[in-house]
């Protein structure tokens, strides 16, 4: 066995590439993906058709332009202008401010202001008008007055209605609500699956279209020796994955988990188990390294999509939803997550833990029985 494991690493090191990749890959996944797959919305273009034209509509429109989210792009004289601009794609919102918004404000302590947010792109349209209906109710225009935000779809007709209510919001686990801190766990996840799923299938191919694998296959070594033996490099670089992202999002992003590092090897060895036995089946059943390339992209890229990455999985349909309990590493993204944001416990963990465990178990376990060994 300890002359298997040897032979396994040399066969890493002894290849230029693979070392290479093994380093810089996490390295690129960690330090460019978290601001590329970001769900913070910047930069939308505003419309604003300000009938008031006072100084509390002036301070309101200051508040909004010193924010970094909104450019504001065109000051409408009517309010078909601003169709116009979100027509033609060059706003995203319009904002209007009715006549007597500092009258009503004085007199009633609370006023009205419309949002209209163009809904092609509904995410944008959404978080954009969030965003602005925030800073609008917390513009701070006087101690006791309050402006209430209504939004509607573009073209859609605006709806006022006022409660004078203030409403205290308090972000727990991510108070700053940073996408970075919400996804860099997922990422490493995503790491993991990528190079411990794919290297020790391309690795066993590798050995049967050079032939090499028909040297071990007349000797004494049982299947399961030899697929501990494959498993088990897999495993240790596994490990250094996780701490080489751990550096760099502690490094580049500030980011320590709350949780125990402990807690979050033992998921770790549980899944690196899980994609490196998933690997060994694909091996098993391809005979070039072509067909264990698109069987490999196949699964991981469905495995992906369908794991609560970049969309949670309790949004997808039912169908999706059920399809997705099947999914491993919808478990270990779960799981990290909480233990980096909430620090989460084991006794919290544990069912994910037996699931991780039970898919280790069925896909290493049908490596051993399908690899064909020929004396």
Known sequence: ????????????????????????????????????????????????????????????????????????????????????????????????????????????????????????????????????????????????????????????????????????????????????????????VMVLTLVCGFLPAFNIVGEKERGNIEQINVTPISKFSFILSKLIPYWLIGFFILCLCFLLAFLVYGLTPRGSFGLIFTFGSAYVLVVAGLGLVISNYSNTMQQAMFVCWFFMLILILMSGLFTSTKSMPQWAQILSALNPLKYFIESLRLIFLKGSDFNALWLNFAILCAFAALFNLWAIMSYKKRS
């Not at 930069?43 to 300000?50: F, H, I, S, T």
């Not at 970094?68 to 995203?92: K, N, V």
Request: net charge negative; aromatic share 10%; charged share 15%.
């Open 1 to 188: 066995m300890w002359f298997l494991i040897q032979k396994e690493f040399k066969q890493i090191f002894r290849n230029a590439f693979l070392p290479k990749l093994i380093f810089a890959f996490p390295i690129a996944v960690i330090l460019i993906i978290p601001w590329a797959a970001n769900m913070e919305i910047k930069g939308v273009n505003l419309a604003v058709l300000d009938w008031d034209k006072t100084t509390t509509s002036k301070n309101l429109l200051a508040s909004i332009e010193g924010s970094s989210y909104f450019d504001t792009t065109l000051y409408a004289l009517s309010l078909e202008e601003a169709h116009a601009c979100i027509s033609s794609g060059e706003c995203d919102i319009i904002l209007e401010i009715p006549n007597g918004l500092e009258k009503d404000l004085q007199k009633e302590s609370s006023a009205n202001v419309g949002i209209y947010a163009n809904a092609i792109n509904s995410t944008k349209g959404a978080l954009g008008s969030g965003y602005l209906a925030n800073i609008i109710m917390s513009a701070g225009l006087g101690k006791d007055s309050a402006i209430s935000a209504s939004s509607s779809a573009s073209g859609a007709s605006n709806a006022f209605g006022a409660f004078g209510a203030q409403i205290l919001t308090t972000y727990r686990f991510n108070p700053n609500l940073n996408y970075k801190i919400y996804m860099i766990p997922a990422l490493m």
